[in-house]
T-cell receptor, first 114, second 116 residues
Framework: GESVGLHLPTLSVQEGDNSIINCAYS??????FIWYKQESGKGPQFIID?????DKRQGQRVTVLLNKTVKHLSLQIAATQPGDSAVYFC?????????????FGSGTKLNVKP | NAGVTQTPKFQVLKTGQSMTLQCAQD?????MSWYRQDPGMGLRLIHY???????DQGEVPNGYNVSRSTTEDFPLRLLSAAPSQTSVYFC???????????????FGSGTQLSVL
């Protein structure tokens, strides 16, 4: 999962396998969460989002799960492809309490082996 | 639509020099923001704006100024660059939802800044 600091966690998976990337968020008042993908030398790219009134949301090959009890967010990527290799990070927003600020985790590097 | 456009892509400054990082978006987004990204760390918010004429500080505002004279543009100014400001800078924008909550951020491609 993600952590603050200099060492970026790395997840290595075989092409075709499913990937699960985890994120522990910090504020129980956060009610909006986003997963981003960042390829080397590029800006973060939106993958999927979820609001706190939901536990699960599905997109194309991706699913986000939210567990508010333990303040945990996960991103599942089905049938991982080489093009999925990137750094993934989550962002939280405290909605009505402080909706103008997003807080980002440090990221997890996904390495897809062919 | 070009989305969020940042210029320049790369910049090298000497300590004490000033410069402006440009950011423009063509999506008519009310909300714009600047982040810096340091190795192994998450994006940290520098300044943000909820509309033309309105700006506010983020987590790490010291050493940076912003202004928002138009909806489209949100420049970031470094008045006297320091080596600690060596980083990759990202501009992001989003639409503000009808209930005043923010929606997903769209990011530019970044400016890699080195201060010697």
């Amino acid at each position: 999962g993600e952590s603050v600091g200099l060492h970026l966690p790395t997840l290595s998976v075989q092409e075709g396998d499913n990937s699960i990337i985890n994120c522990a968020y910090s504020n129980s008042a956060s009610d909006y969460f986003i997963w981003y993908k960042q390829e080397s030398g590029k800006g973060p790219q939106f993958i999927i989002d979820i609001r706190s009134n939901m536990d699960k949301r599905q997109g194309q090959r991706v699913t986000v799960l939210l567990n508010k009890t333990v303040k945990h967010l996960s991103l599942q990527i089905a049938a991982t492809q080489p093009g999925d290799s990137a750094v993934y990070f989550c962002a939280e927003n405290m909605g009505l309490y402080n909706f103008n600020k997003f807080y980002f985790g440090s990221g997890t590097k996904l390495n897809v082996k062919p | 639509n070009a989305g969020v456009t940042q210029t320049p892509k790369f910049q090298v400054l000497k300590t004490g020099q000033s410069m402006t990082l440009q950011c423009a978006q063509d999506m008519n987004h009310e909300y714009m923001s600047w982040y810096r990204q340091d190795p192994g760390m998450g994006l940290r918010l520098i300044h943000y704006s909820v509309g033309a004429g309105i700006t506010d500080q983020g987590e790490v505002p010291n050493g940076y100024n912003v202004s928002r004279s138009t909806t489209e543009d949100f420049p970031l100014r470094l008045l006297s660059a320091a080596p600690s400001q060596t980083s990759v800078y990202f501009c992001a924008s989003s639409r503000t939802g009808v209930d005043s909550t923010n929606e997903k951020l769209f990011f530019g491609s970044g400016t890699q800044l080195s201060v010697l």
